[in-house]
T-cell receptor, first 113, second 113 residues
Framework: SQTIHQWPATLVQPVGSPLSLECTVE??????LYWYRQAAGRGLQLLFY??????ISSEVPQNLSASRPQDRQFILSSKKLLLSDSGFYLC????????????FGPGTRLTVT | AQSVAQPEDQVNVAEGNPLTVKCTYS??????LFWYVQYPNRGLQFLLK??????LVKGSYGFEAEFNKSQTSFHLKKPSALVSDSALYFC???????????FGTGTKLQVIP
């Protein structure tokens, strides 16, 4: 069966510090991968998605970036965090053929102070 | 462009009563439609999807949804609500083949004992 991991679960970082959030998927190959941010426990904002290694599409211009160095690894980064980067970050994967739904990781709660 | 509307910020229903959570969508092509549920401080969990075929789809935990093309709706339903159904529910749409999903803003379901 497939599983998706995210870490860390919670993170408190000062403004201006760097960020690295990691997401890995097990039990599937060549997944589509997604990063979302959820503010105030409500709507999801798609940040990045990837259909393959090194292929990243950005949905919102901001100080965040994403990378996919391996097939099942997706990393969200920032060089300098802003207060507005606080939120709940969710990674998700979906299959290429057959299953169109997304499967979400447990999330990372980021607080920028 | 594609969009999803969940017109109710919150739905309250008594335990044992039927529940409906509303969703309407807008997409230029043929849609894939999804419902997800989120419990506090957790990632989203997939409930059900409409891809093609029968307009009434059944999913996890006794939930079902009806695809109505003429009304561009995909309302989530359950015949008898449980207190454990209390959570945040998201409707989502994908323009077929584009691999990018748009989520609604979520509806909080409160089942009252």
């Amino acid at each position: 069966s497939q599983t998706i991991h995210q870490w860390p679960a919670t993170l408190v970082q000062p403004v201006g510090s760097p960020l690295s959030l990691e997401c890995t998927v097990e039990g599937t190959s060549n997944p589509n991968l997604y990063w979302y941010r959820q503010a105030a426990g409500r709507g999801l904002q798609l940040l990045f998605y990837s259909v393959g290694i090194g292929q990243i599409s950005s949905e919102v211009p901001q100080n965040l970036s994403a990378s996919r160095p391996q097939d099942r690894q997706f990393i969200l980064s920032s060089k300098k965090l802003l207060l507005s980067d606080s939120g709940f970050y969710l990674c998700a994967w979906s299959g290429r053929i057959g299953n169109y739904e997304q499967y979400f990781g447990p999330g990372t709660r980021l607080t920028v102070t | 462009a594609q969009s999803v509307a969940q017109p109710e910020d919150q739905v309250n229903v008594a335990e044992g009563n039927p529940l409906t959570v509303k969703c309407t969508y807008s997409v230029s092509g043929n849609p894939y439609l999804f419902w997800y549920v989120q419990y506090p401080n957790r990632g989203l969990q997939f409930l059900l999807k409409y891809i093609t075929g029968d307009n009434l789809v059944k999913g996890s935990y006794g939930f079902e949804a009806e695809f109505n093309k003429s009304q561009t709706s995909f309302h989530l339903k359950k015949p008898s609500a449980l207190v454990s159904d209390s959570a945040l529910y998201f409707c989502a749409v994908e323009n077929r083949g584009y691999q990018k999903v748009t989520f609604g803003t979520g509806t909080k379901l409160q089942v009252i004992p």
